[in-house]
């Protein structure tokens, strides 16, 4: 018999009870007898038979579904940790995780979350592709909200984002453990309010100078677009110095990547000649670069499992959001072997 169109009244011919009996051991029910629940779970494991969907949403109130909206999150190269850290704590509670891209675009994701509350879920995780603020559709509050890497502007709805200063006071500190005290700093984007990255970085990197009484010197910061050319010709830029950089901090690893390249270029060896330190951990640029690159890890997973445990929270266990937190999650140095 097909499974997709067997029924409980099925199951309970095959097992020789009531239908009743049946719902109840689908349901856990306490009071059935151990033979009777035996022999209803031995023809549903033998015939594969699965409740649907349907059927045990009306039956429990509760769709055990999640929405995770994203920007461009799903196309970058941190989609995986993200979600894979969403999707670790909703496996444990039974839940199933629906992921829409929407693009940057507010009546696309109007869209994609008339789409979610269609299919009744419990709740949303919303992801930006960087750190930032963002525009959400007015629907999306018509269920409890997540945001992961991102916040609205009046902190309206509960976040998780990187704690970006931190990171850029720790990544300079690194270097100036090490005795360097001309660091130059290729910086992500400018400093707008509009990209807390390049902001508290630069914060977090002037921070750590004044700690170890080194003068900030503008001259030794320049501001790229994450891409590994930016890298490359603001490393050869900064070389020009007098007295020249020991030492790069470089926004991403992207451009810590054409920083390498600049400085072999310029017969330069990492890090005898010039440390460099990269920011995101992007695995696949870090331990593939000769030295592999020490660097300054965005916590995606960890800001992906964060968003899932406070939504569950929220939404399952109907916890009121008071306080609608904003979270700001530490960045860890991971130690390689680009600063001696």
């Not at 992906?304 to 008071?322: I, K, M, Q």
Request: aromatic share 8%; with cysteine; proline share 6%.
């Amino acid at each position: 018999m097909d499974n997709k169109k067997l029924t409980i009244q099925d199951i309970a011919k095959r097992a020789g009870v009531s239908p009743a009996t049946v719902s109840r051991v689908l349901n856990n029910y306490a009071h059935v007898s151990e033979k009777k629940r035996a022999k209803v779970m031995a023809v549903i494991e033998h015939l594969d038979y699965r409740p649907s969907f349907t059927a045990r949403t009306m039956r429990t109130q509760r769709s055990r579904l999640i929405g995770f909206l994203t920007d461009q999150v799903a196309t970058t190269p941190y989609a995986g940790d993200i979600i894979r850290g969403a999707q670790d704590v909703l496996w444990e509670t039974d839940h199933i995780l629906m992921v829409i891209s929407a693009g940057d675009n507010l009546e696309h994701a109007q869209q994609a979350v008339d789409a979610l509350l269609e299919r009744e879920v419990e709740g949303i995780i919303y992801a930006a592709m960087y750190h930032r603020p963002v525009r959400l559709p007015a629907n999306i509050y018509e269920v409890p909200t997540v945001l992961a890497n991102c916040f609205v502007e009046d902190r309206s709805l509960p976040s998780v984002v990187p704690d970006e200063v931190q990171g850029g006071y720790e990544a300079t500190c690194e270097l100036l453990k090490r005795g360097h005290r001309r660091i130059g700093f290729i910086n992500v984007n400018t400093v707008t309010p509009g990209v807390p990255a390049s902001r508290g970085r630069l914060h977090g990197y002037r921070q750590a100078l004044a700690e170890y009484d080194v003068p900030f010197d503008e001259t030794l910061v320049r501001y790229g677009y994450g891409a590994p050319e930016h890298g490359y010709d603001y490393t050869k830029a900064l070389m020009t110095r007098d007295p020249a950089p020991t030492a790069l901090f470089c926004g991403n690893d992207r451009m810590a990547m054409g920083a390498y390249d600049a400085l072999r270029k310029l017969r330069l060896e990492i890090p005898g000649d010039v440390a460099v330190i990269g920011f995101d951990n992007q695995e696949i640029i870090a331990s593939a670069l000769h030295p592999k690159l020490s660097t300054m890890q965005l916590p995606h997973y960890e800001m992906g499992r964060w968003a899932a445990e406070y939504l569950t929270a929220l939404a399952v266990n109907d916890e009121p959001d008071e306080t609608t937190i904003q979270h700001v999650m530490h960045c860890p140095y991971i130690e390689r072997e680009s600063l001696g």
